[in-house]
């Protein structure tokens, strides 16, 4: 058999097994649990966003993409977006300024959405991840107790497992359960990692995406509506800047500050210090010599140095002659 | 209680409505009490975050899916107890407790790990009861979610970390024995000028007289025998002969003047006298190292011929 027989025949065998275990795995069951994730961002994101996205796309295969939308049309125009390609939840990214990366997660058609400030992203690309798992496998999703203890957590929660999670036997799905997605809360955040599981004993490596979510608002709304809760640790990262610039400018105007003080000490005119009388009483002066003047100039002083000088000279010449001789 | 509620009124008033408050209300509101004396300044309330826990427990409410496991798989839990800490025995108390510090990346990735291995190892076996497979057979081939180039890329950097740390610690070893060398060298060298040392303080004092036994020369005897085996290695490891000669010619600063002197040590002097080359049967060297292919002679062809 030639290269490309031997090829062609090694992938029939593949599409095959596939076939075979997918129609074993896959078509066993019905597909009822009907989610479908929009995933889209807004104009202006940079390299790194448009990575990230399409590493949620591949996480999920029940998610669907959608072009860039355009700044100037209002936010509730996604929910519209949304029921055109008959999706029901939305993951939209939201880029400004080229540096603040916004991402908005909505149960359209009435349900509560979230607005988070995307943080530390790191993609699918990144060499350091070593981990690998099949495209479109079931995860296993992983959260922090501290999910359960408050309600917006909670509304978060229930959110995040209706999005994220793949539903059995969705047609794009794999059949075997190889990774893990993980949320925790730290630092008031919303950390994020997907792992992938080797072997039963739970050893791990990390496959990636990774990125920290700052929660800004929750909104009964999809993508409007009342707000139900409005995180109190947010900061804009606007705010941040622009305390950052505050700190300096401040640090500057009190090296300047305490320069001006400097000089303005030196200028001002200095206090008589009142004379004590009984200052002069212990000071007794020298007896007054009569004043030399020298019209020649003083002989040298004698060659203590010389007769040195000449020493080891002497010996200097003695040394370099038995070194030249050797 | 009405003077109470006009006092509530007023106050969630007095920012916008200020402005249209007129004097004559003014002067009733000071002479009830209700305005201090001074300047009033309107002061803005803290900026509350709006906290709906009624809506939002509603809301839950009717968003929840009541799906079976199977379709969400979704758990919480504690991350799995820090083995390697309890041992080491620096199991922090706020990590039990669930607070990280964030900014220990180590200590956070480690957290993290661990919340998703307690979580596999709880699901797995509820996995295995529904009949879920967890671990995909060899044969099986699929997309996966990263290419195999990747996959490959990623390899080769992982082999590339890895020969980075094996040479650094090679190097280092080479650096710690060349200077154990060194050091040994050093002190074989100091031992054997101290014994000569002795040797020849020895030696004096017998030819002064001052000791008549001749033990130095046994104590000799035996120092040798000991030290025969050690010098012997010493002596491969020295420089070739070759380097030595090379020194001699080139070392510090080259050929000296007056090297050649024919004085009575020059004359006496036999060491570069080599019997073979003065009587001619240095052969080797001018030989063309060895005849290749010696071919015999006549007779001996002619008597091989015959044999066969």
Known sequence: LGKSQCRAAVTRVEIDVFFNFHVLFVFQGKWKNKERVLVFSSRGINFRTRHLMQDLKTMMPHSKADTKMDRKDKLFVVNEVCEIKNCNKCIFFEAKKNMDLYMWVSNVPHGPSAKFLVQNVHTLAELKMTGNCLKGSRPLLSFDPKFDKEPHYALLKELFTQTFSTPQYHPKSQPFVDHVLTFTIADKRIWFRNYQIIEEDASLVEIGPRFVLNLIKIFQGSFGGPTLYENPHFQSPNMCRRLMRMEKAARQKERQMVKEIRLEKRKEVKEVLTEDVTDDVFVTPAEEKPKEVEHEAPRPSKSKKKKKLKLTELKKRTLLKRKGLR | ?308
């Open chain 2, 1 to 308: 209680m009405a003077d109470v509620e006009m006092e509530t009124q007023m106050g969630l008033d007095s920012e916008e409505d200020y402005g249209e408050l007129s004097d004559a209300e003014l002067q009733e509101a000071f002479s009830k009490g209700l305005l201090k004396p001074g300047l009033n300044v309107p002061l803005e309330e803290p900026k509350k975050a709006v906290n709906n826990i009624e809506g939002l427990k509603m809301c839950l409410a009717e968003f929840k899916k009541n799906l079976p496991w199977v379709e969400r798989l979704d758990l919480t839990n504690h991350p799995a107890v820090d083995v390697l800490a309890k041992i080491e025995g620096t199991l922090n108390k706020k990590q039990s407790s669930g607070e990280i510090d964030a900014e220990d990346d180590f200590q956070r990735e480690m957290y993290f790990y661990r919340q998703a291995q307690a979580t596999v190892l709880e699901a797995l076996p509820k996995l295995k009861k529904l009949q879920i497979p967890t671990k995909r057979p060899d044969d099986y081939f699929a997309e996966m979610a990263k290419t195999d180039q990747h996959m490959q890329k990623v390899r080769k950097k992982l082999m590339q970390k890895q020969m980075a740390i094996e040479k650094s610690e090679k190097a280092k070893k080479l650096r710690e024995q060349r200077k154990f060398g060194k050091k040994v060298q050093v002190e074989v060298l100091q031992k054997r000028q101290k014994a000569k040392k002795a040797m020849m303080t020895a030696v004096k004092k017998y030819q002064k007289g001052m000791t008549d036994k001749l033990d130095f020369l046994e104590g000799d005897q035996e120092g040798k025998k000991g030290s025969t085996a050690s010098k012997s290695q010493m002596s491969k490891k020295g420089p070739n002969a070759k380097r030595k000669y090379k020194d001699q010619k080139f070392g510090f600063g080259g050929k000296k003047k007056g090297s050649k002197w024919n004085t009575k040590e020059s004359f006496n002097d036999v060491s570069g006298f080599r019997a073979k080359t003065a009587h001619g049967k240095g052969g080797k060297k001018f030989n063309k190292g060895g005849k290749k292919n010696k071919r015999p002679g006549k007779e001996t062809r002619r008597k091989m011929k015959a044999r066969k």
